[in-house]
DNA sequence: AGTTTTGTCGTGAATCTTACTTAACAGCAC
DNA sequence: GTGCTGTTAAGTAAGATTCACGACAAAACT
C-alpha cells in the first residue's frame, strides 16, 4: 500500500548520519565504529550507508582508512531528507490511491492520514543535521574528534 | 523497539469505526458490509474489531441482524484512540529506552522520534470521529441511512 | 616502482522476525 | 437451525538482520 512510516531503519539512518557528523575527525569514520557507537547491527548498517551514499547524503571511501563523510555540509542536510531516503524504494505509485476504495475512505480517512504524513515531513524537513549536532552540543555529549572540527566542502 | 508506527491495521479500524458511525441506521452494521463498502479484507477486520470491541470502543452484538455500533457517542470517540487500540499490544516495555546506545542517540535523535510521535497523539487525539463524519457530511459524501441517524446511549 | 597484502566499502542473496491475510470452527441470539 | 460475532491457528508477504564474496585503495613489502 505504501503507507508512511516512521521506521526502525530511518532511525538507525539518522544515528548513523549524525555520529558521522558529530564524530567525524580527519579520516572518514567507519561502519564498525558507528555500529559500535551507535548499538546498531553491524551489517545491517551497511545496506542503510549505501543507500545514503547511492543518495548522495554519505560519500564512502574504500580501503585501509576508509569510511565514510558527508557527502554535503551539515547544514544542507535534512532530516527529512534522511527519512526519505529510507523510505521504500520500491513504491514508485501512489502510497493511497485504491479504485476500489469507497468515498468515506477515500475523501475523509485517508485524506487525513495522508496530511499527517506530510505534516511530519515537513517538521522533519526543517530540521538539518547541523541542527542536532549543536543541539548535542549544547547537552554536553563530547565527539570523538576533540571539539570544532570543521566539515570541508 | 516499540516504534511508533501509522499501520495499514490503524488504518483499517479507522475506516470502520467511520464507516460505523456514518452508515449505522436502526440495525448494526455488520462486517461483511463493512469490508466490502471500504475495500478491506474480510477476516481480517474481524480481528481489528474485535480489539476495537475489547477496547470498549465498538459493540458487537451476534445472531442474525447482528453486527457492530459504536460503544459511545461519536463526538466521545476520539481517532487517537483507536489508534492506539491497534498499536501492538504485546510492547509493554518503553518504547526506545536502550542502555547499550551512545549519548547522541539517546539524547538526541531518539528524543526528536519520541517527540514527534507525541506531536503525532496530540494531533490525532484532538480529532473525534463526530469530526470526520460531518467533514463527509460537507463533502456531500452520502451515508446508507437516509441522513441524520443518531447515535443512542 | 611494482607487487602483494590488508582493510575497508559495495552488492546481492539467505535467513529470521514481524505484520498482514486467510481459514476453520466455536458461541450466541434470533 | 441459521446467521451473525468471537477466537484461535495456519499461511503469505514485508521488514529486519545476517552472511558471503567482489571491488577498490591505502599500506607494506620487496
New binding site residues.
Given amino acids: ?1 505504501g ?1 508512511f ?1 516512521l ?3 530511518m532511525v ?1 539512518a539518522l544515528e548513523a548520519v549524525v555520529d558521522i557528523a558529530y564524530n567525524a575527525g580527519e579520516h572518514p569514520a ?3 565504529d558507528i555500529t559500535k557507537r551507535q548499538g546498531i ?4 548498517l ?2 542503510v ?2 543507500r545514503l ?2 543518495a548522495g547524503v554519505l560519500k ?9 563523510r558527508l557527502a554535503r555540509e551539515r547544514r544542507r542536510i535534512t532530516v527529512g531528507e534522511v527519512a526519505r531516503v529510507l523510505e ?1 524504494a ?1 513504491d514508485a505509485q501512489d502510497p493511497l490511491a485504491g479504485d476500489d476504495v469507497s468515498e468515506l475512505a477515500d475523501r475523509v480517512v485517508r485524506p487525513l492520514w495522508r496530511d499527517l504524513g506530510d505534516t511530519i515531513m515537513q517538521e522533519l524537513d526543517s530540521i538539518t543535521i547541523e541542527d542536532l549536532c549543536q543541539s548535542a552540543h549544547a547537552k554536553g555529549i563530547d565527539s570523538e574528534s576533540g571539539e570544532r572540527v570543521q566539515f570541508d566542502i
Fill in positions: 500500500m503507507m512510516r521506521s526502525k531503519k538507525y567507519q561502519s564498525r547491527p553491524q551489517r545491517y551497511e545496506q550507508m549505501q551514499v547511492r564512502g571511501v574504500r580501503g585501509p582508512r576508509g569510511g565514510y521504500d520500491d
